[in-house]
């Protein structure tokens, strides 16, 4: 057999219970996934891969599971710097007398290492995409650029100036100039991010949307996350967030619309027509009192959902298998149908949904040869995780962030066993506690 | 200095936050907690204990936390052996397609090595404390003595012929040598448990109550679970369930209600009057969307309420610090009120909301000279427990059962950096894997 007949191959991982979350949901158990560069090569049954692949190196699961990594499709990762400051009180209480006075010490050291912290904390829960929107968001892009993982960031936007870039004017100059630094990075891309309806002008989020169809990319906000919300947007422009957002022209492919809880049947109809993609939090919505997403509704219409822990200021974590366990059983008391929201609809929301509303469905959120390497591995072996029945069931009510033992993104492995090589975990907590000191002595 | 001035100290936990839960609720910081024999003797702060103190064993927490060991109120601990046998379904699917044929294959093993996992699941996750119904409670208490586990057991009794005991009479004499047999251990004890108001007639609730009077031991049922159980007790008996029990005269301090999640006013003004203690399964309710119970209506009138996970078919876990985040956001968007159970009300009901439920507060619950010693410790250097600003919220909203890295229960170590002493956890995976293989061949 002469070189040119051999393929080679950078990292098997096998000896694995293999869930594809492919469109026919295959898993093979016995099974294995070959990585190419950046790649999944070829995904199947355990000793079955081709004979002319040349592996390079061998990664043994020992009857693991391996899967897509999870998608937490909307956060503010540097607010872990925030985690615990301020929980259990009225909306405008904890944003008034804690947050914001917290957020007027930003810079971008707190955002960068708050970030990298919540880095630390997703890929240890099997996260390897995420989005972002905050402040200082160079830092965010920066700091998951180091720690190896997948993301899609962009700068806040709003009326008023900002901490980092002043003036409305200069945060779109901002974004822009964030959008050209990352455009042919391969991990790191960003969006166009105004903050809400009620905090940005219609002339603002409409040179939001050219912004975002001049680059092609999403544009990025809270939308209809409170009746609060709703009350007052009505009061202001006489319509719904929904409504006012469909006057302007701004409900188009592009949007990605986080939280959508206070939504009419009418709009849930016309978020789908429009193509408008959505992300759904489930605990902060619930830990902020916002109320429940009509998220059955939407899947219903087709409208692509994924799942996002928002920032630790209102969850208090990172943890997207959490999330997977609350939205499954939230949906069900809200609405007293224990056949709600099941397992494998959950399953599917936290990787391909999540992919699909960020726009990554051609890159990440299956495992299917020619797609980005993004993959986790959870050790099955424990007494929360005996028997096994159905493993869609597994991860969604059993599972826990400390399961996973493995993530690779982007090809690179980041984590192994609960050791991350891509971020210094001490150096980064020290930072962090040090930032929380003075942000309360 | 003679002999006689020492007071010997068999173990010191010391430099850790030290959560006393105590009436003051009391945080030594850095603290310590000093055990002889199975009883707590000393809690301070680091490095100020007696100086007669002489300390046979010392154990480093290097700035952990230490706590009273969590309760779980509620439980059907060897149903790990179902744990994601079927989920989101209607619940008539479920339980006559699945439960009740899987329950018809039970026996005594099957319940001994399920609860010895839930045991070992149990341990892992911060709880020392687990109250039990099911078949063959027999051999659940001998898992839980086992594994060194405090447990409050019970065998189930209803109308129909049961496959351990047969006819209801002897239930009722299996219940009565079962409190013999327990009544003198340090950790086990058992109580009378008829499963509930739609499952056993009036006489036969009459006759569980005689015994728990007889021998002063609980009697604990499912209470009110769900609005198809109060419609068909008011059809059967023209009567809710609560008002059912009250007019037997069966409401009484003896009874613990588990769920009671279909409450009116007047009902809740009752348990209250009569003494009536409580369970709150917040997951199980959620799963089986069965509703959300009353919870701070209930603190709000003084009624005594735990925490419970439920059994692993409806949950599909044992984990109460999951139970804590869930309760803690549920009631919160429930009401749509952000302040609602804030995080230290929670911890409270996870440890002496449990123990004050169970009947057994002066033995456990908080940290107190006196009362056993069953403590738990955290690693608290972790990504998503970095920063810590506030420990009640930090255990509610961040904390998993993963990050327990110590169980004292009676003032034995069973379990130190998630290594169990008292479970032979690889063989008790293996032997509940081959139970599943026969479940679900």
Redesign the interface.
């Known amino acids: 057999m002469t070189h040119q007949n051999k393929t080679m191959v950078d990292l098997l991982i096998h000896n694995a219970m293999v869930l594809s979350l492919n469109d026919e949901d295959e898993v093979f158990h016995p099974g294995a996934v070959a990585i190419r560069d950046d790649e999944i090569l070829w995904v199947g049954s355990e000793n079955s891969w081709p004979s002319h692949f040349d592996i390079r190196e061998r990664l043994d699961m020992a009857g693991g599971l391996i899967m897509p990594g999870l998608v937490n499709g909307h956060t503010h990762a540097a607010m ?2 925030f ?3 301020a ?5 405008i209480v ?1 944003l008034n007398e804690h947050i914001f006075p917290a957020e007027r010490k930003l810079d971008g050291d707190l955002v960068y290492y708050g970030t990298l ?1 919540g880095c ?2 997703m890929i ?2 099997g996260v390897t995409t995420f989005c972002d929107m905050y402040l200082f968001e160079d830092q965010v892009a920066r700091a998951a650029y180091e720690a190896g993982m997948r993301s899609l960031v962009g700068e806040v936007l709003y009326d008023f100036p900002s901490p980092n870039y002043g003036s409305p004017e200069h945060g779109l100059a901002f974004t822009r100039e964030l959008i050209r630094t990352w455009e042919e990075n391969p991990l790191v891309s960003a969006a166009v991010e105004p903050h809400a309806v009620y905090t940005c002008s219609p002339s603002l989020l409409s040179a939001c949307m050219e912004i975002a169809e001049e680059f092609d990319v999403p544009m990025i906000m809270h939308l209809s996350e409170s ?1 609060d919300e709703v009350t007052q947007v009505k009061e202001r422009y006489g319509k719904s967030p929904v409504n006012h957002l469909e006057s302007l022209g701004l409900l188009t492919p592009s949007l990605i619309a986080d939280h959508c809880v206070v939504l009419t049947e009418e709009e849930l109809d016309l978020l789908a027509e429009r193509g408008v993609r959505v992300v759904h939090n489930p ?1 902060s ?8 997403a009509p998220v059955p509704e939407m899947l219903a219409r087709g409208i692509p959902v994924g799942l996002g822990t928002d920032g630790c200021a209102s ?5 997207i298998l ?1 999330e997977m ?2 939205a ?3 949906h ?2 809200h ?9 494998r609809t959950v399953v599917h929301l936290a990787t391909m949904g999540g992919s699909r509303a960020l726009g990554l469905e051609e890159q990440v959120g299956s495992l299917i040869p020619g797609k980005k390497a993004d993959i986790i591995g959870m050790d099955l ?1 424990k ?2 995780l ?5 493993i869609y ?2 991860l969604v ?2 599972a ?4 996973v033992t493995l993530s690779v993104i982007n090809g690179r492995v980041v984590m192994r066993n609960r050791e991350l090589f891509s971020i210094d ?1 001490d150096r ?2 020290a930072e ?2 040090a ?2 000191k003075k942000i ?1 002595p």
Chains 1, 2 share one sequence.
Do not use: F
């Open positions: 872990t710097c985690r615990g400051l929980d259990d009180m009225p909306l904890w912290l630390a904390e240890l829960g009746h605990e919505n619930m830990k902020l009192a916002s109320g429940v969850n208090n974590n990172l943890d959490a366990d609350t499954a059983k939230l069900k008391v609405r007293l149908d224990p056949t709600a929201m099941e397992a072996a007494p929360h005996t028997p096994l029945y159905n069931s597994q009510y059993a826990s962030a400390a399961d975990v980064t907590m962090v506690r930032i929380a309360k």
